[in-house]
């Protein structure tokens, strides 16, 4: 990159992938049975683009899934207040419905083209960005090169790289500082992550902090409250959100824990991915408990012990309505999901032991006493229990949540300040 010789694995990457790029519509129709395409823009993600490029200086931001888009939605608005115009892609329907929902006017939604060479440079080609900014760790080496190749600026916004991944990195320094040389600007999230980013050979490195403390608490339609709140009138609520294969079956056998001492708890499951609402309902119906999907238009009513919510967007709504919340993706080795949100919204965090996608929020929070480790169905009963039954202990820990994770605010204007200079030149580009 850069007018260097690529390493050898990065040149054998790019040969593969232009190999694959071959296979990809059968890929891609592969993943449309799946749900996971939206089978009306499969050509986005050949490079091909389904609208204009609006004229003047461009800012194209890209977040991979639903977290990082969320992420970048304020940035997003600051942006467009300015008078910038911005192309939002990601790479996962979700994430795309998100946008559309969420991104401010004007702001427009396209599928990342998969890394082949071809397909990247015709995604280029259309849109000319002036400035790129990739959210957390999206480092695609044919992105990287071509955009090298083009001398656009490249900003790694809210950067991460945990631990493991660095390691990863570590067995091939070479590519690794091929690759991260291509990033003229890299916005830590915290000094640990900054010096993963360092210590493998990115060139210019500041801490901003994390982008995800200052994205506002999900919306929830009122409407909408209404209905729950009415449906669930003053049963006791909790709430596994973001869960993952593996994690279900573990809160069903807390609920069953949970069930003989507050018979009247509702257990609502809201599934990382929505699809698996079905396999959900089977898993609670093979244990004998009585379920609602809200997928299918259903609510709750009186006899109801598990309401699965596995629809995209509404977790503002139970976020709300829920004393306590377990965090999915931390009883499996996933990494965990995002906790910031529910702890805005007054609801005391429960999670598994494998939460290194965001290590430094969790700790904060643990060391805070505004969440709690659970390693098990019993944990997570016993911990839920104890909140639900003790209203000053809930608040307490409540408090404190909220108070952590409002104290790390402040990344969005530090990564502004930081892009300051990119954005006034291609201001003056545009003259």
Aim: charged share 25%; with cysteine.
């Amino acid at each position: 990159m850069k007018g260097r010789k690529l390493p050898l694995t990065l040149r054998a990457y790019r040969r593969a992938s232009s190999v694959a790029a071959l296979l990809a519509p059968a890929w891609l129709s592969y993943r449309v049975r799946k749900g996971k395409e939206d089978p009306a823009r499969l050509s986005e993600r050949r490079g091909y683009a389904s609208t204009e490029r609006p004229p003047g200086p461009l800012v194209w931001v890209h977040g991979a899934s639903v977290g990082e888009v969320i992420s970048v939605l304020p940035l997003i608005e600051r942006l467009s207040q300015r008078g910038f115009r911005v192309l939002l892609t990601s790479g996962t329907l979700t994430s795309s419905r998100v946008a559309e929902r969420r991104a401010p006017p004007g702001v427009i939604h396209q599928f990342v083209p998969l890394d082949a060479r071809s397909f990247v440079a015709r995604f280029l080609d259309h849109w000319s960005p002036d400035l790129v900014l990739l959210a957390e760790s999206e480092l695609w080496p044919n992105l990287l090169a071509e955009l090298g190749r083009r001398g656009t600026p490249v900003v790694l916004v809210n950067g991460r790289l945990s631990e493991r991944s660095a390691n990863r990195w570590k067995k091939l320094p070479k590519s690794a500082r091929a690759l991260l040389s291509r990033v003229d600007l890299c916005l830590a999230q915290s000094e640990e992550d900054g010096t993963r980013f360092r210590a493998l050979g990115t060139p210019r490195v500041e801490v901003c902090g994390n982008l995800k403390f200052d994205v506002p608490p999900p919306s929830a339609d009122p409407a909408e409250l209404q209905r729950l709140d009415k449906a669930l009138g003053k049963r006791p609520i909790l709430l596994a959100a973001s869960t993952h294969e593996g994690e279900e079956a573990l809160i069903l056998e807390a609920h069953e824990i949970l069930t003989s001492k507050i018979p009247e708890l509702v257990t609502v499951i809201a599934p990382r991915h929505p699809e698996r609402g079905l396999d959900v309902a089977a898993l609670a119906q093979a244990a004998d408990l009585a379920t609602r999907q809200r997928s299918l238009g259903e609510l709750p009513d009186r006899e109801t012990d598990i309401y699965i919510a596995d629809t995209i967007g509404e977790l503002g709504l139970f976020y709300r309505m829920a004393p306590v919340v377990f965090m999915g993706g931390s009883l499996v080795e996933h990494g965990g999901q995002n906790p910031i949100e529910p702890a805005k919204l007054g609801a005391v965090v429960l999670h598994g032991p494998h939460v290194w996608n965001f290590a430094n929020i969790y700790e904060r929070l643990d060391a805070d006493e505004g969440a709690a480790e659970v390693t098990d169905a019993l944990g997570i009963a016993r911990a839920a229990y104890a909140l639900i039954k003790d209203p000053q202990l809930h608040g307490e820990m409540a408090d404190a949540a909220h108070a952590a994770v409002t104290s790390l605010g402040g990344a969005l204007d530090r990564t502004l300040v930081a892009i300051e200079p990119y954005l006034v030149h291609i201001r003056l580009q545009a003259r």
